[in-house]
């Protein structure tokens, strides 16, 4: 895949997965610490204690660091808009706020978590499958696309086929319903296209993302 020239005010679809193709998470713990990661490290501040906050509630979290959430908002060189996170594989749909901030932002997700993740289970060495994939949005159509495409991935685990608007690590939720992580994620960009929520969730369950005639599903890992 050719590399993406990343530059700021323009969005990105950023995956990447297992090493070896293995998982990346284990249950929702791990789920979790990843997702506060996400959340919290799209600005330059320093998050202490991350192990302490990992035990927390994510939507907890928010509630009671209000502060905290601000100045992420106030100082991010990146904005989450939306986010899927699979047995071996994560999604991200990200702007570029300033110059260098998707790098900073995927450097220090990944790595942080790769040391939770070794030291937890006693494993060493790489656990993604190198560097993250970045591939910039064009246009409008794809934009949309995309989003569908990562809110309908959850049908890949017979469990959650046709439910995945009920997904709980996804951002599919947010869209359809209430947005659980305040400004830390950002849909607007794809939701003041539709009057109302119910129509964002009629258009991705009518999408053909993630079906047989989808012939960009299964390439994205190539």
Not at 71 to 94: D, K
Not at 124 to 143: M, P, S, W
Not at 164 to 174: N, Q, V
């Amino acid at each position: 895949m050719r590399k993406a020239i990343i530059a700021p005010g323009e969005y990105y679809h950023i995956f990447n997965r297992g090493n070896n193709r293995q998982a990346i998470f284990f249950n929702n713990n791990d789920r979790a610490r990843f997702l506060i990661s996400a959340l919290l490290f799209q600005s330059p501040l320093v998050i202490k204690n991350i192990d302490r906050l990992s035990k927390i509630s994510v939507q907890n979290l928010i509630l009671h660091n209000k502060e905290m959430v601000n100045e992420i908002i106030s100082t991010r060189f990146i904005e989450l808009n939306c986010f899927a996170l699979m047995p071996n594989h994560f999604h991200l749909i990200v702007r570029e706020n300033k110059e260098g901030g998707v790098a900073k932002y995927l450097q220090r997700l990944q790595i942080a978590y790769t040391r939770y993740f070794n030291t937890k289970n006693d494993k060493i060495g790489h656990h993604f499958q190198g560097h993250y994939k970045a591939v910039r949005v064009e246009d409008n159509n794809q934009l949309l696309y995309l989003s569908t495409y990562i809110h309908r991935n959850p049908r890949e685990m017979k469990e959650w086929k046709g439910k995945e608007i009920l997904y709980p690590w996804s951002s599919f939720h947010d869209y359809a319903y209430s947005n659980r992580w305040s400004g830390l994620l950002k849909p607007d960009i794809i939701l003041e296209q539709f009057t109302k929520q119910e129509e964002y969730t009629q258009f991705t369950n009518r999408s053909y993302a993630k079906t047989i005639r989808d012939i960009n599903s299964d390439m994205l890992f190539d």
